[in-house]
C-alpha cells in the first residue's frame, strides 16, 4: 500500500479512523430508528467514492445518495448493492438506467413526476417537496398536484424529502427560516397522509440538518460533507459544537519534483508574475489547478507545508504544477512531500484555510479534486 503513493505525483491518503469516527458521532444523532445515507456524489466529495463506500459498506451503512444517474450506474457497476438515490435532475432519455439498476430517482416536480410515469415502466420515487429553497421539489402549497404525484402510474413512491437551505446558520431569521421549511414539511406530509397518500418514509436533514435539528424525525439523514469530518465553512453554525469530534478525513500531498536557486531580479513561472526580491530557493510541485488546486491561490495567496515549514505559492499556479519559495525551511529535496492540506511537523494546513484563501468553501475545494490524483485509505 505504501508504495502505491511513494510512485504518486500527488496523491490523497484517506483515513479510514476517522471516517468511521466520523460515522458514529453522526449515528448518535439520529432519531430512533433513523438511518444515514451518505451523499457520496461528486466522487465522494472528491475523496474517492469506491474507497469511502467500502469503509461505510464495512461500517454498516447500506445505502447512498449521488447527484446524478452516471455516479450511480458506476456504483452498481462497482458493486453497491443498496439503494442508491439520486438527488437531481436524470434525463428522460436516461430512464432504462434507472429501470435497468434499479435506483431511485427524486421527482423533482410535478411535470417532471408526470414524466417519469409516461416512462410506462415502473420505477422506485422519492417525491421533492420545495418548502423555500426554490430549487427542486414541487411547492408544498400545490397540494393537489403533490396528492396527485402519489396517486400516479408506474411510480413506485417510496419516500418524500424537501431540502433544509439555511440550517447552517445560528441567525434568527435563518433559524425562523428553517422552523418555517420543517413545519411546512411536516403539515404537507400530514395533509398528504390525511387525504390518503401513502408515504412510507420521510427525510429532511443533510449535514447541517443533522447537527443542528438532531430532534426532527425522519427515517434518513443525508449527510455530506460532515461524514468526511469538516463543515462548509470554520464558523459555520454547530449547535453542540459537534464538529469538535469529527476528524477529517482526506490529506492532499505532491511530490517536490524540482528545487534550484534564482537570483535577485530572476521571475517565476507564467507571465512572469513573480520576481524575486532577493536570492532565493524555491521548489516545483507536482500539482496544479488541473487536480483541483485552485489558480486563486496563485501570488503567495496559498501556502503549502514541506517538512513542517510553510512555503508559499509564487507565481501562477499551473495546470499541472505549482511553484513555492522554500528559502524559509531546511533542506528540501526533489522527491520529498508537500503536503497541500493536512499535518506536516508541528503545523497543519486544512481545508478551512484553503478554502478562505481561495474565497470559496470546504465542500468545493474538495469535490474538485482530480480523477489524476493518486487515492489510498490508510
Ligand atoms: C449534496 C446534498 C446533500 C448533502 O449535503 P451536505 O451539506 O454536504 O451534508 C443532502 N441533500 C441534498 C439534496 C444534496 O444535494
Known amino acids: 500500500m505504501k508504495a502505491v503513493f511513494e510512485k504518486a505525483r500527488a496523491w490523497i491518503e484517506l483515513d479510514e479512523k476517522a471516517l468511521r469516527n466520523n460515522i458514529e458521532i453522526l449515528r448518535k444523532l439520529l432519531p430512533e430508528g433513523g438511518r444515514l445515507i451518505p451523499a457520496v456524489k461528486a466522487n465522494a466529495y472528491g475523496h474517492g467514492n469506491a474507497f469511502i463506500t467500502r469503509v461505510m459498506q464495512d461500517a454498516g451503512i447500506t445505502d447512498f445518495c449521488v447527484a446524478c444517474v452516471d455516479e450511480a450506474v458506476e456504483m452498481r457497476e462497482n458493486g453497491i448493492k443498496g439503494d442508491i438515490l439520486i438527488l437531481g435532475y436524470t434525463n428522460p432519455a436516461q430512464f432504462d438506467l434507472l429501470y435497468k439498476y434499479n435506483l431511485i430517482q427524486t421527482a423533482v416536480d410535478f411535470s417532471y413526476a408526470e414524466e417519469m410515469s409516461k416512462y410506462g415502466k415502473p420505477l422506485r420515487v422519492h417525491i421533492g417537496i420545495d418548502t423555500g429553497m426554490h430549487r427542486l421539489g414541487e411547492p408544498a402549497e400545490n397540494i393537489d398536484r ?33 422552523n418555517m421549511q420543517i413545519d411546512k414539511f411536516y403539515h404537507t406530509i400530514d395533509t398528504l397522509r390525511k387525504e390518503g397518500c401513502e408515504i412510507p418514509k420521510l427525510h429532511l436533514q443533510a449535514s447541517y440538518g443533522l447537527l443542528n435539528y438532531s430532534e426532527l424525525a425522519a427515517d434518513f439523514a443525508r449527510v455530506g460533507i460532515a461524514v468526511y469530518g469538516m463543515k462548509t465553512a470554520r464558523n459555520d453554525y454547530d449547535k453542540f459544537n459537534t464538529d469538535a469530534e469529527l476528524r477529517p478525513v482526506l490529506s492532499l500531498k ?6 534550484r536557486e534564482i537570483k535577485a531580479g530572476e521571475s517565476v513561472g507564467y507571465g512572469l508574475a513573480f520576481t524575486a526580491e532577493r536570492d532565493m530557493k524555491i521548489a516545483a510541485l507536482s500539482i496544479g489547478y488541473a487536480d483541483g488546486l485552485p489558480r486563486a491561490l496563485s501570488g503567495g495567496v496559498g501556502k503549502v507545508l514541506i517538512n513542517g515549514e510553510r512555503a508559499p505559492i509564487i507565481g501562477r499556479v499551473c495546470m499541472d504544477q505549482t511553484i513555492v519559495d522554500i528559502s524559509g525551511a531546511a533542506e528540501v529535496c526533489a522527491g520529498d512531500t508537500a503536503v497541500i492540506i493536512g499535518k506536516s511537523g508541528n503545523d497543519e494546513i486544512s481545508a478551512y484555510e484553503i478554502a478562505e484563501d481561495a474565497g470559496t468553501i470546504t465542500n468545493e475545494i474538495l469535490s474538485r479534486l482530480g480523477t489524476r490524483l493518486t487515492r489510498v485509505m490508510l
Open 254 to 259: 505532491a511530490r517536490v519534483s524540482s528545487v
Open 146 to 178: 403533490l396528492r396527485e404525484m402519489f396517486f400516479m402510474e408506474n411510480l413506485h413512491t417510496e419516500a418524500a424529502l424537501t431540502h433544509l437551505c439555511a440550517s447552517d446558520s445560528d441567525a434568527p431569521s435563518d433559524i425562523e427560516f428553517t
